[in-house]
Each structure stands twice: as C-alpha cells, then as structure tokens.
C-alpha cells in the first residue's frame, strides 16, 4: 500500500496522486535594499524578523449604468500596507535601522522633510527603500521558491513594543510598510504579476 499517493484530491476523473508539499509559513527571509543607511543594520534586520505580512491588493469597483442593467470593471487599485514584526535586539541595530529611515523619510528634531533634489524639490526617493519577501525551500542553500518584490516603501508606522515586569517575552518593533508596487516571482516561472 502506497501511503503517499493516497491522500490527493482526485482531479479529471483520475485517481488520487501524491499531495504536494505546501509551503510553509515559517521558512522565509525578508531582504530590505535602501532602508537607512547602515548595511549591517539590514543584515541585523533581516536575521531579527518575526513574521511578514504578504501584499495584498484591493481594486475600486467601476460601475457602469447600461439601459436596463450594470456591468462592473475594475478601477483604480490599492496596494494594502503589510506589518514586518522584529525582535529588538540587544545591540539595538534594529531599532537604529528604523530610526535611521525614519529620519530620512522626516528630520523630526529640525523639522525638515526629505532631502531635495538638484531642482530644490523634495524627492520619495531620497527616502524610499525596496525589500524582498522569499519563501524558502527549507535546504541548507536556502533557495528562494517563491518571491515578492515591493518597491517604493517607506513606514508609515512604527511600534516599538510594551515593556513588562510580569513576562519573559522579548521586546519587538512592530512596522507598517506602505508601497507604491508589488511583483511576484515563483521560481522557475517565467510569468509574474507585476506592473499592476
């Protein structure tokens, strides 16, 4: 008896087949390119990231009034803002990293926004960052199967966790990314949704 090959949903009138693996929630990595300006700060990042929300994209519903009846086409689309949870680490290079963006994004002790451009314009992408969500394989290699690639993010909300004498629990920073685009990337894939 193959125990494998019997737990697939049958499909087309076949039998069942061996299930696939699923992904799994817990092996992945997020990269981050641009935040700040210490690179080992986003290596310490990376290696601090508790969980990572995935983009999601809601499009304005069009209405169009036709005689009798109506039709609906979609309009304009949003990209929703994810949450990145990480542990504030004991050499405090996460909480410099967001600090770090944040002071890009707004000089809160000067009161100055951003930095301008040679035209004397105030410029996203004086502060703005890119950053990956990966999936991995689970092997030593720890190759990407799956990858999403937002562009034009910056923080639009930042949580540097409760203290508390009643709890072992570690101290983490809670941020909300807000994005300009989303592309997404399976291994091996030659189509991607992108460019929405």
């Known amino acids: ?33 641009g935040m700040g300006s210490d690179s080992g700060s986003r290596t310490s990042s990376t290696q601090n990231v ?4 995935r983009p999601s994209i809601t499009h304005e519903e069009v209405i169009v009034d036709s005689y009798n009846s109506k039709m609906y086409i979609a309009g304009k ?6 949450s990145i949870v990480l542990r504030d680490d004991v050499n405090s290079q996460v909480v410099k990293l967001v600090g770090d963006q944040l002071r890009q994004q707004l000089d809160h002790a000067n009161q100055g926004a951003g930095v301008t451009n040679t035209e004397g314009q105030i410029s996203g992408l004086a502060y703005k960052f890119n950053m990956e969500i990966q ?35 570690m101290v983490q920073v809670t941020m909300q990314i807000r994005y300009d685009n989303a592309s997404h990337n399976a291994a091996g ?4 949704l992108s460019g929405l």
């Open 1 to 33: 008896m193959a125990v494998t090959t019997n737990f697939g949903v049958p499909t087309n009138g076949i039998g069942t087949s061996a299930t696939l693996m699923p992904k799994l929630q817990y092996r992945f990595r997020v990269n981050f390119t």
């Open 50 to 53: 508790i969980s990572a929300g």
């Open 77 to 82: 689309h949003t990209w929703e803002p994810i």
């Open 135 to 169: 999936i991995l394989d689970g092997t030593a290699e720890a190759n990407a199967i799956d990858t999403w690639e937002l562009v034009g993010c910056y923080l639009s909300n930042v949580q540097y966790g409760d203290l508390n004498y009643g709890t072992s629990e």
């Open 189 to 192: 894939d030659t189509d991607t």
